[in-house]
C-alpha cells in the first residue's frame, strides 16, 4: 500500500467536505419544504393538542377570528349528537380563559411546542385583557378583548399563529 502525500490527503477530505455539504444542503432543502414541514409539523400539533384538550381533531373544528378589539378562539364538536365531546370542549376553554387571564400561557407552548408569537406582550399587558368564555351548541368560544394598543397587536399575532399552526384556513386580518 502506497504512502499517500498530504496534497493527497487535503484533496480527498476537500471532496468529502463538499459531498457531506451537498448531501446536507440538499436534506436541509427536503425539511424545509411547506409540504413536508407542514403536514408533520401539523400532525405534531393536532396530537399534543388532543392530549392537552382530551378533544380528538378528528372530532372537533377549530377556529380563531380577529376582531378589532381582539378576538376568539372557537373549538366545537364536528356533531352536534357528540355531547361527551362538546362537554370536554367547554372544559377546555374555560380552563384555557382562566389561564390566559393570570398570564398562564403554558398549555398553547406545550401544544405548539415553541412560544406562540405576541405571548410574550400577552403577559405583560394580562390586565389590560379581558378573556370570556361562553358557551356554544357545538362547545364554546373565548373572547378576547382589550383597548389597549400593544395589546391588541399581540392577541392579532397570536391569533394568526393559531390559523397557521393549526392550518384552520380563517382569514387572518
Same mark, same amino acid.
Given at each position: 500500500?502506497? @504512502?499517500?502525500?498530504?496534497?493527497?490527503?487535503?484533496r480527498v477530505l476537500a471532496g468529502a467536505a463538499v459531498l457531506f455539504v451537498a448531501t446536507t444542503a440538499r436534506g436541509q432543502e427536503h425539511?424545509?419544504?411547506?409540504? @413536508?414541514?407542514?403536514?408533520?409539523?401539523?400532525?405534531?400539533?393536532?396530537?399534543?393538542? $388532543? #392530549?392537552?384538550?382530551?378533544?380528538?381533531?378528528?372530532?372537533?373544528?377549530?377556529?380563531?377570528?380577529?376582531?378589532?378589539?381582539?378576538?376568539?378562539?372557537?373549538?366545537?364538536?364536528?356533531?352536534?349528537?357528540?355531547?361527551?365531546?362538546?362537554?370536554?370542549?367547554?372544559?377546555?376553554?374555560?380552563?384555557?380563559?382562566?389561564? &390566559?387571564?393570570?398570564? $398562564?400561557?403554558?398549555?398553547?407552548? #406545550?401544544?405548539?411546542?415553541?412560544?406562540?408569537?405576541?405571548?410574550?406582550?400577552?403577559?405583560?399587558?394580562?390586565?389590560?385583557?379581558?378573556?370570556? &368564555?361562553?358557551?356554544?351548541?357545538?362547545?364554546?368560544?373565548?373572547?378576547?378583548?382589550?383597548?389597549?394598543?400593544?395589546?391588541?397587536?399581540?392577541?392579532?399575532?397570536?391569533?394568526?399563529? #393559531?390559523?397557521?399552526?393549526?392550518?384552520?384556513?380563517?382569514?387572518?386580518?
Amino acid at each position: 500500500m502506497e @504512502h499517500l502525500r498530504s496534497s493527497d490527503v487535503k484533496r480527498v477530505l476537500a471532496g468529502a467536505a463538499v459531498l457531506f455539504v451537498a448531501t446536507t444542503a440538499r436534506g436541509q432543502e427536503h425539511a424545509d419544504c411547506p409540504m @413536508h414541514h407542514g403536514s408533520e409539523r401539523r400532525a405534531g400539533v393536532d396530537h399534543r393538542h $388532543d #392530549q392537552a384538550s382530551g378533544v380528538a381533531h378528528e372530532n372537533a373544528i377549530h377556529h380563531f377570528e380577529l376582531a378589532p378589539d381582539g378576538g376568539s378562539i372557537r373549538l366545537e364538536a364536528k356533531d352536534a349528537g357528540q355531547v361527551e365531546t362538546r362537554d370536554r370542549i367547554r372544559q377546555h376553554l374555560q380552563v384555557v380563559a382562566r389561564a &390566559f387571564a393570570a398570564g $398562564d400561557f403554558a398549555l398553547p407552548m #406545550q401544544i405548539h411546542d415553541q412560544v406562540p408569537p405576541g405571548v410574550e406582550v400577552m403577559k405583560e399587558k394580562k390586565a389590560t385583557i379581558a378573556y370570556a &368564555f361562553s358557551p356554544t351548541d357545538k362547545g364554546g368560544v373565548v373572547r378576547i378583548s382589550t383597548k389597549d394598543k400593544d395589546a391588541l397587536l399581540a392577541v392579532h399575532a397570536f391569533l394568526r399563529f #393559531q390559523i397557521e399552526d393549526h392550518g384552520t384556513g380563517d382569514p387572518s386580518e
